[in-house]
């Protein structure tokens, strides 16, 4: 009988001219695929310890590896990657269109490409093809009504904020 000790290992994507978190980045690790969350992080749980590697992989950022040493003797750091983009840096803010309340987890897809997810302030990152002005998107979620927007880039004078309506829920007695 083998007993192999294992540890949970941390990744945090950040983009870094703007500091913002990366997410639904892919990682690659041990032969599993991972999404990063909405604040840019992506655990991997019961690593065994020695030298690991994974790659990182979004559209319109620079893709990569990170190298790190699991250790049964120390505690393993969360480990900070960068993600530069490689395009127009784009935010936009949803906002549900009753409450004036920002929403969390929100899904912003351009018709380019480009995609983002709404973090706890209601906030999204997307990179764009340099050169993009403006280009329409979806924002989808599972508490709200899809919606198309028109996303500009960070140089134009509009700020990206949409006000997205929540889905109705019926109930009967």
Known sequence: MYIFLTKD?????????TGTAVADAEVFFNGRQYVSDDTGLVTFSNVRFGKKSAQFFKPFYQSGRIHFTVNPFKR????????????EVVQATVKNKLTGRTISGI??????????????????????????????????????????????????ALTNSVAVLPKLKIFSV
């Open 76 to 87: 393993t750091p969360q480990q900070t990657v960068t993600m530069s983009a490689t395009g």
């Open 107 to 156: 899904t912003i897809k351009a018709s380019n490409g480009g995609q983002g997810r709404t973090n706890s302030a209601g906030s999204a990152t997307l990179v764009l093809p340099y050169g993009t002005k403006s280009t329409s998107a979806t924002v989808s979620g599972n508490e709200i009504v899809d919606t198309t927007i028109t996303l500009f880039n960070a140089n134009d």
């Open 9 to 17: 290992v941390s990744i945090r994507l950040l983009e870094p001219r």
